[in-house]
């Protein structure tokens, strides 16, 4: 599993749960997921949604397992986008 590209939320949002950042997933050589989103609770805990089809149903869920280990990756890779003063670095 590898996170393709990740872009910070340039609006977050002031809900219970904000935007963090938009990501594309390859989960293995065969499945590629765009749009994902990598949200924050008030709390601080994160989570991954996957985006929505038509009607607003969500295109795919995942196992506890695997949400958390997308979730780890899409923060980790996020962390390399941020620079020390807090902003997103233009690589």
């Known amino acids: 599993m590898r996170i393709l590209d990740i872009k910070p939320a340039a609006n977050?949002?002031?809900?219970q749960v904000r935007l963090?950042?938009?990501f594309d997933?390859?989960?293995?050589d065969n499945?590629?997921?765009?749009?994902?989103?990598?949200?924050?609770?008030?709390?601080g805990r994160r989570l991954v949604y996957s985006p929505n089809g038509n009607g607003g149903r969500r295109?795919?869920?995942f196992s506890p397992a695997m949400a958390t280990a997308i979730t780890e990756a899409a923060t980790a890779k996020l962390r390399g986008h941020i620079t020390a003063n807090g902003t997103t670095s233009q690589n």
Not at 12 to 15: D, E, K, R
Not at 25 to 28: N, S, V
């Open 25 to 28: 997933l390859e989960l293995d």
């Open 31 to 43: 499945v590629r997921m765009y749009d994902l989103k990598l949200m924050e609770t008030f709390d």
């Open 12 to 15: 977050p949002g002031g809900g």
């Open 20 to 22: 963090i950042a938009n």
């Open 59 to 61: 295109l795919a869920t």
